[in-house]
């Protein structure tokens, strides 16, 4: 089995960094750019309005959709803010070196628009069950917004998208997920993997049965809490080596165009390996562009699309900008990206480091372990919604169920197996994702600009 399992990996690998990675490349930034100018950089702009609406001003009892604004944030937020934020900032940093850091930025930002532009199209094109629930995203603005500009091949774009949504929740919001969080608890508390496994399975099982109204009513409640844990012990590492600061920074800005030499326990890089794990985990941690958030924000009450699409630039600002900020510069100024092995252990060094100025020793471990335990298990139950809305698109309602049962078997599976060939098969399903939403936004990047100007119009502000 571990021959096969490694013959998989290296063809997965090969696809990763041969056609993959440059791929992602060749259109995740320059769509980005694109959609900037064309909104005007209406992800600097709005986010004063974005707030307002996540803050219930505009909500309405009378609109169509399954949950608010605020809901369908933390929901969407629940499944960006994860593991990328601890376990894949610190692999850019080992594999790419400090200036990845800054290409994660550039990705956050850039995701900005992208998040909005995909999201606002979500809403438009989102159709809704027999049981009165919603079904929206990628897949039906490929359908029904392309389908009188590239024909058949609308539907074959979409369908291509679905079944890749199905292998990312299995991927990216399933086992790299569980992997991460079985592996911080046998690092920190000697838990076996398996017995780990059993009861993670077990407790998404619990949620995911209740539908998007369950989930959501979990996430809004876990994500603001685990996000204030996290920070508040971060910002207590950054507090304790304070004049390393300005150092980390110019470190991740020089290193972002020149790559670093080899040191210690550090791979190396070259400057297009540093961009291609700056951009791998910055899509990995806030997914802008992948086409998974869309899903969520689809069953947001509006009567407006581009006002659900202003809620969701929040999330790169949130998870990428800030979060995943405030871990890598935690692992930069403690030095722990010289000095210790890759994955969860990196950042629980940088962690322990920090916090034995304050004569608190031991506790990094307790604290990684028990925010992974809480950014993971939101993520898995998130994630397991996107794949199930793929599979009502894909097969039909009926095949909901089984499809669950079948992601919670994945959770296990991830939890058991080596954290490489997890993380390889997660890079590889999401240019699955990335590539056909992208194309798709571009071409309906028209609409995009039409529905950001009758919104704001009818607001009475500058679109």
């Known amino acids: 089995m571990s021959e096969f399992l490694s013959w998989i990996d290296q063809i997965i690998q090969a696809y990763n960094n041969y056609v993959g990675g440059y791929l992602i490349l060749a259109l995740l930034i320059p769509t980005g750019i694109w959609f900037s ?68 930025w550039v990705t956050g930002f850039l995701g900005m628009t992208l998040k909005y532009s995909e999201c606002t199209l979500a809403q438009k094109y989102r159709k809704f069950n027999s049981d009165g629930t919603v079904s929206g995203g990628p897949m039906y603005y490929m359908e029904y917004g392309l389908k009188d500009k590239i024909g058949k091949w609308a539907k074959i774009l979409a369908l291509v998208f679905a079944s890749a949504t199905i292998l990312c929740s299995l991927g990216t919001g399933n086992m790299a997920q569980s992997n991460s969080m079985s592996d911080a608890m046998f690092t920190s508390y000697q838990i076996p993997t398996w017995v780990s496994g059993l009861f993670i399975t077990f407790l998404v099982l619990l949620v995911i049965i209740g539908g998007i109204k369950r989930i959501a009513d979990v996430t809004s409640k876990l994500v603001p809490f685990m996000a204030a844990v996290y920070v508040l012990a971060t910002l207590a590492v950054l507090i304790a080596f304070a004049n390393r600061i300005p150092d980390a920074f110019a470190h991740i800005v020089t290193d972002a165009f020149t790559g670093t030499a080899a040191t210690g326990g550090f791979v190396g890089s070259t400057f297009i390996m540093t961009l291609i794990w700056g951009v791998r985990r910055g899509l990995f941690s806030n997914e802008a562009g992948q086409g998974s958030a869309p899903i969520a924000h689809a069953a947001a009450k509006t009567k407006y699309p581009a006002r ?86 894909l097969i039909g309602e009926k095949a909901v169920k089984p499809y669950l049962y079948v992601y919670s078997l994945f959770v296990f599976f991830g939890s058991v197996w080596g954290l490489d060939i997890v993380w390889h098969f997660v890079d590889m399903v999401i240019t699955f994702m990335t590539i056909p939403n992208l194309i798709a936004m571009l071409l309906l990047s028209s609409v995009v600009v039409q529905e950001t100007r009758k919104y704001f119009e009818a607001m009475n502000e500058k679109p």
Request: a neutral charge; one cysteine or more; glycine letters at 12%.
């Open 37 to 104: 100018f064309r909104l005007n950089f209406l992800n600097i702009r709005k986010i004063g309005h974005a707030i307002k609406v996540v803050s219930g001003k505009y909500d309405s009892k009378t609109a169509e959709g399954d949950v608010n604004h605020f809901k369908a944030l933390t929901t969407a937020l629940s499944a960006t803010v994860g593991t990328g934020n601890i376990v894949g900032v610190a692999l850019a940093i080992y594999l790419g070196g400090p200036g990845a850091v800054f290409w994660i």
């Open 308 to 393: 659900e699409g202003i809620v969701s630039l929040l999330e790169p600002m949130i998870d990428t900008i800030i979060i995943c900020t405030l871990t890598a510069l935690m692992i930069i100024v403690t030095d722990a990206w010289q000095d210790s092995p890759k994955g969860v252990a990196m950042t629980v060094d940088a962690m322990n480091k920090g916090l034995h100025h304050f004569g608190i020793d031991g506790m990094g471990g307790h604290i990684i372990a028990f925010s992974l335990l809480l950014f993971a298990f939101s993520t898995i139950i998130s994630w397991s919604y996107y794949g199930s809305r793929a599979t009502i698109y």
